[in-house]
């Protein structure tokens, strides 16, 4: 992982950003050789915050609709009900 501190990236953002694309890792923002903070790619974050935010909802759905024990009309599996909602 690259180290950088706060006058690096002041005077050669451009450049930081570049290597982060072409390298794809992440970099570690410096201040008084002290770690403050982290950059990291937009595909990096999405992987990272955005779809994990969307797959906790899904998993927080999926448990209401669980813990709702709701009960299947006769002769009917919870994959048919799924088939006529979609159609």
């Known amino acids: ?47 990272r915050f955005v779809d994990f935010e969307a797959d906790q909802r899904r998993r927080e759905l999926v448990e209401k609709i669980r813990s709702a024990d709701l009960p299947l009309p006769e002769g009917k599996s919870s994959l048919d009900l799924i088939r006529e909602i979609r159609s």
């Open 1 to 47: 992982m690259q180290k950088v501190n706060a006058l690096q990236l002041r005077q050669s953002l451009g450049k930081i950003l570049a290597k982060m694309q072409e390298t794809g890792e992440p970099i570690l923002l410096e201040k008084g050789r002290r770690p403050v903070a982290v950059l990291i790619s937009i595909e990096e974050y999405q992987k």
